[in-house]
């Protein structure tokens, strides 16, 4: 069983799938050609930062077109517009790297360790909606995978600590299988945890965490200007950069000399 849809707009099915289990797959969305070339680019970044270990890069976009053009897929755009409405940003992009052979992640819901979303009430919100490209295959299980538990962005108890401090399996865990080239779109609230690798190579997979406008960004305290200057409006757009008619403060109030 599996939440499946297809590339491009959010049907009511979708939505329905995506309300009951907080997830969808998408498969095809990248071509075999942009695999390997977000491939390559997030083998270049993880170099150029140094990394050993599981470990997660921000701001690819920056420095490497091939993952900037995903900022803004036309693929997964409508859907994100259809769950947030014409005004939301990109919270922040990781690319994250599971090395060969690695273990078991741990259990968690996304969110920020300054302020736990559950704070802000039942059902947790959508906050921060990921579309998780795959880069490297994953169509079986013990490929670095992700797992999810359907439906528990609902929960109202937390997956209890003794599973989360031994990372125990739990029997309704969903392990996503699914080729490169796939987008896996999830709520914040669903718990979830990066799958065992058994492979001898490393798994890469580049999140795009997409937000209302008045969270802030993770991977960034500013904007790159060079990256601004050179990137389309729409990508400008979901980098925060947009003018707000009623900024600073009560701007559709009338003036004094409007009122005379
Ligand atoms: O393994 C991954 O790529 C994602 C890890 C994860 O759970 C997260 O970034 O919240």
Known sequence: MNPISNPGAFTELDRFMFESWGYLIIPNVLSEEEVS?????????????????????????????????????????????????????????????????????????????????????????????????????????????????????????????????????????????????????????VWHRTFAHDGDYDRFTMHYIYSPPWVRCSDRFENNQEFLQRTTPTRRYLMGEFSRPDAPFGASYPTEFENE
Request: glycine content about 10%; proline content about 7%; overall charge neutral.
């Open 37 to 189: 070339e977000c491939l390559e680019a997030s083998i270049r970044l993880h170099e150029s930062a140094g990394t050993s270990g599981w470990a997660q890069v921000g701001k690819g976009y920056e420095t490497e077109v091939s993952l900037e053009r995903l900022i803004d897929h036309p693929a997964i755009l409508p859907k994100v517009r259809a769950l947030y409405g014409d005004r939301f940003i990109l919270q922040s992009a990781w690319c994250t790297k599971q090395p060969a052979f690695g273990g078991m992640g741990g259990w968690h819901q996304d969110g920020s360790g300054a302020y736990d979303f559950q704070k802000l009430g039942y059902p947790i919100p959508l906050v921060q909606l990921r579309a998780s490209f795959l880069l490297t295959d994953q169509s079986v299980p013990r490929t670095g995978n992700m797992e999810l538990i359907p439906g528990s962005h609902r929960s109202q108890v937390r997956l209890p600590d003794s599973i989360r401090a031994a990372r125990e399996s739990v029997p309704i865990g969903h392990v996503i299988c699914a080729p490169a080239g796939s987008v896996l779109l999830f709520h914040n609230a």
